[in-house]
Structure formats: C-alpha cells, structure tokens
C-alpha cells in the first residue's frame, strides 16, 4: 500500500500565494476606505455637536431663547415677506455680520470653541483647510471662500462661519480633518447654515444635489458641498457610495 501524501510543488506554492496577494490589494483598500468614511461620519456627528452645543450656549449666555424683541429673518418665499421670530441666534453677538472679537463670526467661534489655532482660513493664515478641494469626480472646485473666519477645533476639524448678507444667515463650513487630505466635498468637506432656533441645515436639503455637476464654472465648494451634509446625516453619518 502506498501511503505517501503528495506535496505541493513550488510552483503550485507560488501561484497560490500569487493569488492571495492579488486579493489581498484588492479587499486591503476597500476595507481601509470604508473605515475611513466611518471615521469622517463620526467626525463629522461630533463637530455638528459641537457646533449645536456652542449656539445653544450664546443663545443661553445672551438670553436670546425668549426675547421679546424682533427679529426679521430669511425671505419666506415668492412674496419676500419676512418671518417675524422671537429672540434666537440672530439677536446674539454670534448673528452679525460685522465679525471682530465682540461680535460676529469671530467673536462665535474664538469664544465658544476650544481650538488649536484662530483665523486660520483664507483671510488669515490658510493652513488649516485645504489649498484647493475637489468632487468626487477630481473637478478642482477651489478653496473655501475669502469671507469666512475659520478656527482649527482641538480634535483638528476646521470650522469656517460668514454671515451672508444676501440670504441673512450665518454659512458654515466645516472640514472633519482639517487641511488634511482627501479635501473632497461631501468626503471632509460639507456646508450648513444656523437657523434662528439654532438648528443647523444642509444649504441644499436635497440629498441628490450633493457634488452633482454644476453648468456654471464659477461653482465652488458651497454649490458641490451643497446637500451632502444631509445625504451623511441620512446613511447614518456615513457617505454612502
């Protein structure tokens, strides 16, 4: 009886191992992008909260959650009437559009924030967002606009604020990792607005906008951003592919 066992031959080794690194650079990058976007999402989740915490903090600090006195917000639509609200984030400090250290973008973010660096976007020292981001689909799309006063959060998010004196609300910009790659809107980068109550909305809260092709070539990083804060927000703070 022959009992001998037949052994692999080293050709047959080095195909199989040909084959489980071929794999292998297959599922490695798969794996480490989905774990990325994870870490991004809860990034992300946090910095909103964070963001939230601070509203509500002005808000309480000012007394502005029950003022009597007006304040006129966004137009309500085709009439361009104005909704008359009871005290709320415009009657803050926070809500002006003039920004220095009492007031405005500035005063909101230096103040009610713990950072690592102050006035670090593209009218001060622009090292803590990235020089220039991109769609999905590699479109350059530039850098965050001039305007907006950024700071570079302790746990290394870039939180950028403008008061828009057309739309008369206060534009937020918010990169989850800072000037760090992959600087890619609806990846890192996403965009908001504070309401007067102190909620934050997606500037577009229609999903399908986010990074969809824009026909004017002016478009920057608030038109592709535009909706994808709400699509993360949506898939469980996770950008769904």
Known sequence: ??????????????????????????????????????????????????????????????????????????DTGETGEREEENGGFYLTSAGTKTSNDTQGAKYFLDKYFRHLKVNCGPDGTNDCVGATYKTPKQKDIGSVPNGFYCIKTTNSAAICMKFDETDKVSKIIV???????????GSDLFVMYIENNGNLKDLDED???????????????????????????????????
């Open 1 to 74: 009886m022959n009992n001998k066992k037949k052994a692999f031959t080293f050709s047959e080794v080095m195909i199989g191992l040909v084959i489980i690194g071929v794999v292998t650079a297959m599922v490695i990058p798969i794996f480490y992008n989905s774990h990325a976007d994870k870490v991004r999402g809860t990034q992300l989740k946090k910095v909103c909260g964070q963001i939230s915490l601070a509203i509500s903090s002005i808000m309480s600090d000012e007394r502005s959650q029950d003022e009597h006195d007006l304040y006129y917000g966004p």
């Open 175 to 185: 990169d989850v990792n800072g000037a760090e790659k992959p600087n890619i809107t």
């Open 207 to 241: 999903e399908s906008h986010c990074n969809i092709d824009r026909t004017n070539e002016e478009a920057g990083v608030l038109d592709y951003a535009a909706g994808c804060f709400t699509k993360a927000a949506g898939n469980g703070w996770v950008m769904p592919k």
